[in-house]
């Protein structure tokens, strides 16, 4: 053997024994991986990034953010479904789930998992890093994602319902604690009016107007919409917007509230129930009257028109039936009767503005309400009201 072929050997031995097999194998720093590249040569090995930021953020992703990496340390290809670019977001915690930010399931959940991971032999949930792309989920790890699936479900619904209540722009809680802006809107002294009204309400049978119910607003929140509508006479399109809805449903819900308050408040309370100066022999307005009215213990009702202007109509006889020369223009009228301490008592139906008040007061029923010696009050434009009580008693 000559001299060139024995320094040849020798170099082939010394580099050998220079580079051992422990010191070319290439280990994932992942907890619970033990992907190596002596094992599985097809997988790639990542370094950690020079930069700072994108360091902490791969230490974090792996759950070691004690561990200070050196230039040896690697990252195995597995843990980076979406490229290098993306960072390592697959591990053996969050295989399988289809959310990795869900919270674990609860104690009761994983006895069942339990419970089933035995029946199936005591395999374990969690997946090998070799070949995992190949295996099916067993049935542990589907109960898991059903379980996670039926939390997602219903947080998703108690979402839904938050983001619909946060659409709606106005709503009755927003201005409950303040009475001025309750009076303002509603014309009620305060909410607990308001409340009580919404209580009858509850106890009633609606029939919306249109055959379809609005089950998305509050039941409040629908009178609160009447209320405005009768108070400030908000346009559709305004209360449309305020309360998220189209229009049809304002329309909807205005005429069905509003034809219920008038069942439940005239028709149940008011409508042919005059109170009686009589109640076993004793005077009954006289335990309400003001003291304006202590000269007049024997006044039952105080009587007066009102008008509502209306638009005007391309019948030359339907406009000259409704127009009001008191008025200046188009208006239905109507015979409002008061009781001495200020509660509305009688309403009649609407006339046409032409109407005189004297013959509103004839033909609406109110004097077949009254007794012999009932006093009524009334202004200079019913001065034919003795007339008709003579005529009746």
Not at 87 to 93: E, V
Not at 202 to 231: A, G
Request: glycine residues 6%.
């Amino acid at each position: 053997m000559g001299m060139a072929s024995a320094y040849v050997i020798v170099a082939e031995y010394v580099t050998s024994v220079s580079k051992p097999n422990w010191a070319r194998m290439v280990q994932c720093c992942v907890p619970s991986c033990n992907n190596r590249n002596d094992i599985n040569k097809t997988i790639s090995y990542y370094r950690f990034p020079l930069d700072e930021n994108e360091k902490r953020r791969w230490l974090k992703l792996i759950r070691r953010k004690d561990f200070t990496p050196n230039y040896n340390s690697r990252v195995c290809g597995w843990h980076f479904p979406h490229g290098k670019a993306a960072g390592p977001t697959r591990f053996a915690w969050n295989e399988g789930k289809a959310f990795p930010h869900i919270s674990q399931p609860t104690k009761r959940q994983k006895k069942m998992l339990l419970a089933t991971v035995e029946d199936e032999g005591g395999a374990e949930p969690g997946p090998s890093h070799l070949g995992t792309a190949q295996k099916t989920p067993s049935s542990s790890s589907v109960l898991v994602l059903e379980i996670e699936n039926e939390m997602l479900r219903k947080e998703n619904d108690k979402l839904k319902k938050e983001l619909e209540k946060q659409k709606q722009t106005f709503s009755f809680s927003q201005i409950s604690s303040h009475p001025d802006i309750v009076n303002y809107y509603t014309g009620l002294p305060d909410a607990a009016t308001v409340l009580f009204l919404e209580t009858l309400l509850s106890k009633f049978d609606l029939q919306y107007h249109f055959d379809w119910n609005v089950q998305k607003m509050p039941l409040i929140d629908q009178l609160l919409l009447t209320l405005m509508k009768l108070r400030l006479n908000c346009g559709l399109v305004d209360l449309s917007v305020r309360f998220n809805c189209c229009r049809a449903t304002v329309t909807n819900i205005f005429i069905t509230i509003s034809s219920a308050l008038y069942d439940i408040l005239y028709v149940g309370m008011m409508e042919n129930k005059i109170p009686s100066r009589f109640k076993n022999q004793r005077f009954k307005n006289q335990t309400s009257l003001p003291h304006c009215f202590q000269p007049f213990p024997n006044c039952r009702i105080v009587l007066d028109c009102t008008e509502v202007a209306v638009s005007n109509t391309e019948s030359l006889d339907t406009q000259s039936h409704l127009y009001s020369h008191y008025k200046g223009g188009t208006t239905l009228k109507a015979l409002i009767g008061v009781a001495p301490n200020g509660f509305i008592t009688f309403a009649s139906d609407l006339y046409g503005g032409s109407t005189s008040d004297k013959a509103i007061t004839a033909d609406c029923g109110v004097l077949q309400q009254l007794e012999a010696g009932d006093m009524v009050m009334a202004d200079k434009g019913f001065i034919f009201v003795t007339f008709y009580l003579q005529v009746f008693h």
